[in-house]
């Protein structure tokens, strides 16, 4: 399965990816970007089965992301998004930008198990 990580925090790429690879993905199937700019970009030259996007309203918005690629060629991209501060507002918002699961920060490998499985059903 190819994975990407849209994240500006390098940690928080090492620990997603980590429990991926807990969880049997490949480490080398797993691409990171720190940025919108280079997340669309990644998307356009290849092909993934499933997205991880952090949403930090004053740092990354996750959401705008969401948008940018359901309003693109990627709209059966299954993408989870995930947040330290996923409220009732920013869920909603995230459905209907076209999410397809949610994670809050701090997640665990179950978390994310079970967010793979909700998000590629």
Request: neutral net charge.
């Amino acid at each position: 399965m190819r994975i990407i990580i849209a994240e500006p925090d390098t940690s928080r790429q090492r620990q997603l990816r980590t429990i991926l690879t807990s969880l049997g993905h490949k480490s080398a199937d797993v691409e990171t970007a720190l940025d919108s700019k280079t997340t669309m970009s990644l998307l356009r030259k290849k092909r993934f089965d499933i997205a991880f996007f952090c949403h930090a309203p004053l740092s990354f918005d996750g959401l705008k992301l969401v948008q940018d690629i359901r309003s693109s060629n990627s709209k059966s991209l299954p993408i989870v998004l995930y947040s330290s501060s996923l409220d009732r507002e920013t869920l909603l918002s995230a459905n209907e930008c076209g999410a397809n699961g949610f994670l809050a920060y701090p997640f665990s490998v179950s978390d994310v198990e079970d967010s793979i499985a909700t998000a590629i059903k």
